[in-house]
């Protein structure tokens, strides 16, 4: 979550290819987007043409993965409507919101706010993909019914939170647990924290977020 979007999307979607069994050219094609995403995340200024070609390969890989919606992308709201729908939660300090709003080569917009209590930490980012396949391949994976993973550290699984599909994880050893929920089909909302006693400190604070106000923004 402390990466760029679109670093953390390509190395989203190239894991997703793994864990799918793409086919040879199609891992040789992940590799060299990741490689490509490494470029941009250590010098912003070279989103050149480029890039651009890099981020449209990327969407028609990740229309491979999800399919394609029949849902054309839209504008995204601004960050700052995002940071509207952020809950101040009792007993947690919260700090000023960030945020960021890309039109090229692909839209988005996110907003990032962290809040702490002792050695407790949550992240909370919320995020309008505008519809862009590209965005929301890698999360509608793991957002998949029925899916579910136990290890001896901790679990994975697909559930819901206020009706919308979400994905829980949770490190037993590290204690660190994260949520993502997909609202509306467009909005992703994930709170990642660390150093907590379970995943309901998490739940508790998507409780407060307001998601429907979230699927309401257009």
Do not use: H
Request: hydrophobic share 40%; with cysteine; net charge negative.
């Amino acid at each position: 979550m402390k990466r760029t979007c679109l670093f953390a999307v390509v190395i989203a979607v190239t894991t997703s290819f793994a864990a799918c069994g793409g086919t040879s050219e199609q891992q040789k094609a992940a590799e060299e987007l990741e490689k490509s995403a490494e470029t941009i995340e250590k010098n912003p200024d070279s989103m050149s043409k480029g890039a651009e070609d890099t981020a449209r390969s990327m969407e028609a890989m990740a229309r491979g993965l999800a399919g394609d919606s029949g849902v054309k992308p839209v504008d995204p709201v601004s960050f700052k409507d995002l940071q509207t729908v952020m809950p101040d939660v009792a007993g947690w300090e919260k700090a000023s919101p960030t945020g960021e709003r890309m039109t090229s080569p692909f839209s988005f917009s996110q907003a990032l706010v962290t809040y702490k209590k002792g050695d407790a930490e949550i992240e909370q980012m919320i995020m309008d993909s505008g519809f862009n396949q590209l965005l929301v391949a890698p999360f509608a994976m793991m957002l998949t019914t029925g899916y579910a993973k136990e290890t001896s550290d901790g679990y994975e699984k697909s559930t819901t939170v206020s009706s919308f599909p979400a994905f829980e994880k949770w490190s037993s050893e590290s204690k660190n647990g994260e949520f993502t929920v997909f609202v509306n089909k467009r909005f992703i909302v994930e709170a990642e924290g660390s150093g907590l006693a379970s995943t309901k400190e998490l739940q508790a604070f998507l409780d407060k977020t307001d998601l429907k106000k979230l699927a309401d923004l257009k």
